[in-house]
């Protein structure tokens, strides 16, 4: 069983003063629909990708001021029967999908960082595997049913590979972990290394902030500590996988798959575009 952790306590500060009150995470962006567009919030967006992938159990890190995120992801009796007379769906639809998930929350009480944000989950994760999903970013398959997160969570269930991560080229490779691979199959590459957001990247090649782990990560990320920007970055435990043996391998999402960020004033501008065509 593979459980997923949303990490959703960063303070947004690129994207200030939008993200004073409210958190980049849920920061809206477009769906389209059969008919028409929808507005959601990026982590909902995030969230019912995973649930129709058959995930059940969530564990959402958040800081201390993040109620919006909370409350989004609460059920409202009250305030359902009132939309039901009104006939919107919409809502309902995702309140159903909440009361047949099980959802953790959990405080970073700090912004100390990626690594520590994941660390914050291991009492929820406890001996399964999971899957880590950044809440800022997220991966549109066109309508292709055939998704990189389908195969990141079925590699999960049949590896036995510590760690499995997703990339693609990216024109800033500053901004990413960058690994060096070595190609093992067609859409298979063992991972040799890994380094945050380096001066000199080795290639143009990009990590997504979605990865599949088993619980041996927790041990690594009580090892490392703050590196770039003086926070704990889980590709320095992803590294200390290596440096141990661990095997680690990376898969590169699908030709047709376009990712939306919110994270920058730039990316959320692309990522609207994007979303609403």
């Not at 800033?172 to 063992?190: A, M, N, Q």
């Amino acid at each position: 069983m593979i459980k997923a952790v949303l990490t959703a306590a960063g303070m947004g500060t690129r994207m200030l003063p939008m993200t004073k009150e409210t958190p980049k995470e849920m920061l809206p962006v477009f769906l389209k629909t059969k008919n028409n567009y929808v507005i959601l919030p990026m982590l909902q967006l995030i969230y019912e990708q995973l649930y129709d992938l058959k995930i059940r159990n969530y564990c959402f890190v958040v800081g201390r001021e993040k109620r919006t995120i909370k409350n989004h992801f609460t059920s409202n009796v009250n305030f359902q029967n009132f939309l039901a007379q009104k006939n919107n769906s919409l809502i309902n639809k995702f309140c159903k999908k909440l009361e047949n998930s099980n959802l953790g929350w959990v405080n970073q009480s700090k912004p100390y960082g990626f690594g520590d944000a994941v660390r914050q989950s291991e009492k929820f994760v406890g001996k399964d595997n999971f899957l880590v999903h950044g809440g800022d970013v997220a991966i549109l398959s066109n309508g292709k049913k055939n998704h990189s997160l389908k195969t990141l969570i079925k590699l999960g269930n049949n590896s036995t590979a510590s760690a499995i991560l997703l990339f693609r080229k990216v024109s800033d490779p500053k901004r990413h972990g960058v690994p060096t691979l070595e190609k093992i199959s067609k859409e298979r590459y063992l991972v040799k290394n890994v380094i945050e957001k380096p001066s000199k990247p080795k290639s143009n090649f990009g990590l997504l902030p979605i990865y599949l782990f088993t619980p041996r990560i927790f041990e690594k990320l009580k090892q490392i500590v703050p590196g770039k920007g003086n926070e704990y970055q889980l590709t320095d435990a992803i590294q200390k996988l290596i440096d141990d043996n661990e095997r680690v391998i990376a898969i590169p999402i699908k030709p047709y798959e376009t990712v939306i960020d919110v994270g920058t004033i730039s990316s959320y501008k692309a990522a609207l575009k994007t979303t609403f065509h």
